[in-house]
């Protein structure tokens, strides 16, 4: 059946640089289904996270608006929606069918933010509510509390072979419960749809097939600048120290096993994109793939998010319309500068839905562009802020007052500091005026008359890793409930 509006299947996963797919021949991973949705659509290459953690890319994502507006930029698991409108229920407002698989990474964990119906996947979080519908189906096939016995982190970069039957994988599972949702959508009405995979993002405990796949595989090494080797501020020594370093050969291996979730995520999207085919679909259908942040797996000697390197916050951002939609060029390239906030007016855009006036993000198919993006990450001593212009990027760290500044044109991997290159003076001071116009809260007292003159950096003390980076246990009896407002696994 045909609408008068598109369908639309909006998929994320977790913690996926945007380099890292194989499109213009990287090697070292392997990604066709990813490829061929950017040949079918556009790609985006300078989409940033404006905020690289978990819970604020998807609040962005969710309700297209920067962290500023809907009020988180530090990770913060117990705070309830923003009091603004959420894509689901824009949606829905609008006649659609909506529904939801995987991680929504809200509070509580059974608010549906607006989606009819919510398949959830939630990582293991029993101290915020649960089990989660995958916990019960492990429960319910003979497996209950297995889930995580793999005994790897959700938060660490230990990795093995998935230790289950091949379809309570997660990833595995997620792809078969969106086809099943595909399969019982209401015919009548379009439908907006969520796939959220959890994967790359930690534990890494890929198929032993799809690890099989890169066994072989020689792996691009980790970057190194002199800065890296230089006195770091607070913020990154915190991040430096968070996480143990990894000889050459071991960093090689985690990054085949994380590649290798990669690849399993890209093969079981085949799947999704099949039964929408099957079921006479495809064509009526856009689809947008992104991830709410990136992981450094080790560049720099840094790892995970919450950093502004384009490791950690730049993110994958392909879409794909619906046939014959000639807004989009098929197999196209837009340098444009895309954040977590223009998904949900771009989705609103494609299917002809009104955007609300609380919206700060930009359709990635309307003429304006913006000149800069501007991110943020943390308060305090971990406070991150950044702006670029898609060339150029600065990146300010309040405590200590450390500014860096790099040519991404030149420079893509971030090695060369130019913050002090006399040469650079006035882009340098182009971007912190920039930069300044952004600020908000605490940091306003870090800047006096337009300039940039931080807080005293106070020393910085690795903390003990008792928990294993959030490790989980078996989830039988389901463990305790916590006070919610806890961070766990977190540096």
Known sequence: MSFTHPNVLLVTVDQWPGHLISLGGRADIDTPTLDQL??????????????????????????????????DRVFQPDLPRADLPYIAQVFRDAGYQTGAVGKLHVYPPRDRIGFDEVVSMEEGRPQLGGPDDWEL?????????????HAMSNNGYEHRPWHLPEEAHPTVWLARQMCRMIARRDPTRPAFWHLSFNAPHPPIVPLASYLAMYADRDMQPALRGDWSDAELPPALQRARTAWPELSD?????????????????????????????EHLLLDDTAILFTSDHGDMLGDHGLWAKRLMYDG???????????????????????????????????????????????????SMLAEDRREVLYCES???????????DGRWKLIWYPEG???????????????????????????????????????????????????????????????????????????????????????????
């Open 38 to 71: 950017a040949r079918n659509g556009i790609l985006y290459p300078n989409a940033y996270s404006e905020c690289p953690i978990c819970i604020p890319a998807r609040r962005s994502m969710m309700t297209g608006t920067d962290p500023r507006t809907h009020g």
């Open 137 to 149: 189906w492990l429960s319910d096939h003979g497996m209950a509390g297995l889930g995580h016995a």
């Open 249 to 277: 050969d071991r960093l090689a291996a985690m990054k085949r096993a994380f590649h290798a979730q990669c690849t399993l995520i890209d093969h079981q999207l085949r799947l999704v994109i099949g039964m929408l085919r």
């Open 312 to 362: 950690s916050a730049r993110v994958p951002m392909i879409l794909m319309g619906p046939a014959g939609d000639n807004r989009l060029t098929v197999g196209g390239t837009d340098d444009r500068l895309v954040g977590m906030q223009d998904i949900m007016p771009t989705l609103l855009d494609l299917a002809g839905i009104d955007c609300p006036g609380t919206v700060t993000g930009r």
């Open 378 to 388: 943390g308060e305090g001593g971990a406070a991150t802020r950044m702006v670029t």
């Open 401 to 491: 007052n450390a500014v860096q500044m790099f040519d991404l044109r030149d420079d893509p991997g971030e090695c060369d500091d130019l913050a002090q290159d006399a040469d650079h003076a006035g882009t340098r001071a182009r971007l912190t005026s920039q930069l300044v116009r952004h600020l908000y809260g605490e940091d306003l007292d870090a800047v006096t008359d337009g300039v940039l003159t931080g807080r005293p950096a106070m020393p910085v003390t690795p903390r003990a890793n008792r928990g294993l980076s959030g490790q989980r246990g078996v989830h039988l009896p389901q463990p305790p409930a916590d006070d919610p407002s806890k961070v766990v696994g977190a540096p």
